[in-house]
């Protein structure tokens, strides 16, 4: 198994969507949780970190659910310049500075 | 702002040529990442460095070496160049000290060996 599983995508969806991406990840003792954004040719930048409670940053909404195992990534009200690849990232191990990275997740936001 | 250089954006080199890729950052990390993607692939670890003269392996770090001289400097090498080493490389880094353990990546060096 993967440690970090993505739907590769590709999410195409109208201006003013909501689209949610979800992630699963294989090490249940993984304890720090992003998601990055990649935009073409570009190297990835952080988004958002993700809490166990849950966190939201104006259209952008994270959660994480520890015990299945799984991170989602809502955008509501997409825009134009949300088009990029969102990468789901996890800690390695307990108390670790190295990060799995997803493949990634391909939105095109269509006007 | 966290920043994150790398020497080149675009490099072509030729089949066994030693080849030398480039990162500082300005942040005073401690960690420094080598990274490759490839598509359908994602990010694969090569080398890491916690710290000035020590190195760990990655998940690839066959055909690979590296290079911490000093903290904001980390070189990666590759001894003789190899066709399937063409790939766009990132570098990245990050504090030691404390969760959330995000790290911050250079712009990337696109490689093409021929």
């Not at chain 1, 954004?37 to 994270?62: H, I, W």
């Not at chain 2, 040529?17 to 090569?46: A, S, T």
């Amino acid at each position: 198994r993967k440690e970090v599983e993505q739907d590769p995508g590709p999410f195409n969806v109208p201006e003013g969507a909501t689209v949610a991406f979800n992630c699963t990840y294989s090490n249940s003792a993984s304890q720090s949780f992003f998601w990055y954004r990649q935009d073409c040719r570009k190297e990835p930048k952080l988004l958002m970190s993700v809490y166990s409670s849950g966190n939201e940053d104006g259209r952008f909404t994270a959660q994480l659910n520890r015990a299945s195992q799984y991170i989602s990534l809502l955008i509501r009200d997409s825009k134009l310049s949300d088009s990029a690849t969102y990468l789901c990232v996890v800690t390695r191990q307990t108390g670790a500075n190295n990060l799995f990275f997803g493949t990634g997740t391909r939105l095109t936001v269509i006007p | 702002d966290v920043k994150v250089t790398q020497s080149s954006r675009y490099l072509v080199k030729r089949t066994g040529e030693k080849v030398f890729l480039e990162c500082v950052q300005d942040m005073d990390h401690e960690n420094m990442f080598w990274y490759r993607q490839d598509p359908g692939l994602g990010l694969r670890l090569i080398y890491f460095s916690y710290d000035v003269k020590m190195k760990e392996k990655g998940d690839i770090p066959e055909g690979y070496s590296v290079s911490r001289e000093k903290k904001e400097r980390f070189s990666l090498i590759l001894e003789s160049a190899s066709t399937n080493q063409t790939s766009m490389y990132l570098c990245a880094s990050s504090f030691t000290s404390a969760p959330p353990y995000e790290q911050y990546f250079g712009p990337g060096t696109r490689l093409t060996v021929t």
